[in-house]
Nanobody
Framework: QVQLVESGGGLVETGGSLRLSCAAS????????MGWFRQAPGKEREFVAF????????YYADSVKGRFTISRDNIKNTVWLQMNSLKPEDTAVYFC????????????????WGRGTQVTVSS
């Protein structure tokens, strides 16, 4: 069992930056691929990025590649999403999730989810 709690969301202007954090409980955090998803109003939840259990593997959606960076610390049981050059279309609720699949880019492969943190980018 893994509990996930996101933080770090807020309101930022276009071009600004935010760093999201996801704190995980549970002794098996290091066994999971960790992902970030987002969901805008009226839209389906979409994949943003994942990082493998050892942090050796990362993968990003094309829409955020080069602007967002995912990282993790298995001692601190935390995963981060550094978001730079934010755009209004990045506005969404951002969710942290944990998966036992090594390369999980779809929501159905994730076993545990946080409640999300709101990110709003003003134009």
């Amino acid at each position: 069992q893994v509990q996930l709690v996101e933080s770090g969301g807020g309101l930022v202007e276009t071009g600004g930056s935010l760093r999201l954090s996801c704190a995980a409980s549970g002794r098996t955090f290091g066994s999971y691929t960790m992902g970030w998803f987002r969901q805008a109003p009226g839209k389906e939840r979409e994949f943003v990025a994942f990082i493998g259990w050892s942090a050796a593997t990362t993968y990003y959606a094309d829409s955020v590649k080069g602007r967002f960076t995912i990282s993790r610390d298995n001692i601190k049981n935390t995963v981060w999403l550094q978001m730079n050059s934010l755009k209004p279309e990045d506005t969404a609720v951002y969710f942290c999730a944990a998966s036992l699949s090594p390369r999980a880019v779809v929501a159905a492969l994730y076993n545990y989810w946080g409640r999300g943190t709101q990110v709003t980018v003003s134009s």
